[in-house]
């Protein structure tokens, strides 16, 4: 979750699966996150059905659906994941990694805390439900 680190020689793999015809999961390597490197955006747009493996997270006992794609994270030796490669297309996004200290507030912006608009949702949900047009008022 970005707040422990890795055990010392220790890194995660980022597994991507969607269900394929027969309904099990196919896992595909996106990539690496580590210490060093404790965030990265994965396209996985490109991503071709049928191209991955039978990764362990597949005998996992997971009510299947059709439809629900799942992300894994598989920490294990630093020098096993040297070995892999990630499926094409998978390639990391150019779009920069942020931590924590690098958002800090500048005074012509404005944040608001994500469970004020949490809050805002929820109550607005359940006027929506009481009422579907109060909004017009």
Known sequence: ??????????????????????????WQLLGFVANGKPSAIFKISGLKSGEGSQHPFGAMTIVRTPSVAQIGISVELSDSMAQQT????????????????????????????????????????????????????
Request: no cysteine; charged share 15%.
């Open 1 to 26: 979750m970005g707040t422990i680190p890795f055990p010392e020689g220790m890194e995660g793999s980022v597994y991507f699966s969607y269900p394929v015809s027969n309904g099990m999961p196919m």
């Open 86 to 137: 990630p499926v094409d297309n998978a390639a990391v996004s150019s779009v920069d990694s942020f931590t924590q200290a690098q958002m800090t507030p500048s005074p012509s912006e404005m944040f608001i805390p994500a469970n004020v608009v949490l809050k805002w949702y929820e109550n607005f949900q359940r006027r929506l439900a009481q009422n579907p047009l109060f909004w017009k008022t």
